[in-house]
T-cell receptor, first 116, second 112 residues
Framework: KQEVTQIPAALSVPEGENLVLNCSFT??????LQWFRQDPGKGLTSLLL?????REQTSGRLNASLDKSSGRSTLYIAASQPGDSATYLC???????????????FGQGTILTVHP | EAGVTQSPTHLIKTRGQQATLRCSPI?????VYWYQQALGLGLQFLLW???????NRGNFPPRFSGRQFPNYSSELNVNALELEDSALYLC???????????FGQGTRLTVV
């Protein structure tokens, strides 16, 4: 059974800091990994998708890396802003087959607070 | 291009009643997913529909059911509502073969 863990559970930083969010997964036979952002009471916004054959993806101030063999991904946020405050979730989709087929398995999220 | 749309935004039901939640995927997307996010808990996978068929189901009782229509829209039905069914229900869609899964804004179901 795929398990996804995110560390830290919560993070509070001053504006302007660079920060790293961590995600680990137990089954390395993943199809892809996706990072999301969720504002309180809202839906999920997709930030970055990394296919299993890729090592990293970048979008603006965000950079996500993937080390499939060690079961780890990191989300790097550069020059953090108060508007970045949200819960960040990583999710993995396994390769075909088994009870986890097709679905995304989520971590518990990292609650990020960026204060002015 | 419209994103994933869910209706209603909020729904209040009494214990024992039935609730119906609706989802319209992004145009061209054939897969629809349903997730439950109860307060303080993570996202729990409920159902996956693709091309009108149920492809996978999470560890939920049979009173959680759904279907996907020929236009790929979907509805989630929850029968015999219990207080612990109160949660944010999220729908997501994905195109065939594509990687990115897109989520709607959710339906907040409150059971009183």
């Amino acid at each position: 059974k795929q398990e996804v863990t995110q560390i830290p559970a919560a993070l509070s930083v001053p504006e302007g800091e660079n920060l790293v969010l961590n995600c680990s997964f137990t089954d390395s036979a993943i199809y892809n990994l996706q990072w999301f952002r969720q504002d309180p009471g809202k839906g999920l916004t997709s930030l970055l998708l990394i296919q299993s054959s890729q090592r990293e993806q970048t979008s603006g101030r965000l950079n996500a890396s993937l080390d499939k063999s060690s079961g780890r991904s990191t989300l790097y946020i550069a020059a953090s802003q108060p508007g970045d405050s949200a819960t960040y979730l990583c999710a993995v989709r396994l390769e075909a087959g088994g009870t986890s087929y097709g679905k995304l398995t989520f971590g518990q999220g990292t609650i990020l607070t960026v204060h002015p | 291009e419209a994103g994933v749309t869910q209706s209603p935004t909020h729904l209040i039901k009494t214990r024992g009643q039935q609730a119906t939640l609706r989802c319209s995927p992004i145009s061209g997307h054939t897969s629809v997913y349903w997730y439950q996010q109860a307060l303080g808990l993570g996202l729990q996978f409920l159902l996956w529909y693709d091309e009108g068929e149920e492809r996978n189901r999470g560890n939920f009782p049979p009173r959680f059911s759904g279907r996907q229509f020929p236009n790929y829209s979907s509805e989630l039905n929850v029968n015999a509502l219990e207080l612990e069914d109160s949660a944010l229900y999220l729908c997501a869609s994905r195109a065939r073969g594509a990687g990115t899964t897109f989520f709607g804004q959710g339906t907040r179901l409150t059971v009183v």
